[in-house]
Nanobody, 123 residues
């Protein structure tokens, strides 16, 4: 079984930064793509970014986070990160870590989810 545990959320002022972390546990999790989704109040959950074991990454092209958010991972620690800079009130959401066997599946319907961590950006 795979378990994902996020940390690093909180309250930050507009323009500030946060780094989210997600530690994975379970069999061979360090070889699987991992990534991040977010869900704002009243909105559907949306893909933010994903990263392969090799370090290749992808971001939601329709989203405004590209250029402000950076996804990375440490395979030795089975951990994926989301560095968020220039945060804006519209980034306020619950951020979820996700994992699946391929990046394509990760973006559509990941098999494994974390419990989520709240990010609140004040204006």
């Amino acid at each position: 079984q795979v378990q994902l545990a996020e940390s690093g959320g909180g309250l930050v002022q507009a323009g500030g930064s946060l780094r989210l972390s997600c530690a994975a546990s379970g069999r061979t999790t360090n070889v699987y793509p991992m990534g991040w989704f977010r869900q704002a109040p009243g909105k559907e959950r949306e893909f933010v970014a994903g990263i392969e074991w090799s370090g290749g990454s992808t971001y939601n092209p329709a989203d405004s986070v590209k250029g402000r958010f950076t996804v990375s991972r440490d395979n030795a620690k089975n951990t994926v990160y989301l560095q968020m800079n220039g945060l804006q009130p519209e980034d306020t959401a619950v951020y979820y870590c996700a994992l699946d066997v391929s990046l394509a599946r990760l973006q559509l319907r990941p098999a494994y989810w974390g419990q989520g961590t709240q990010v609140t950006v004040s204006s």
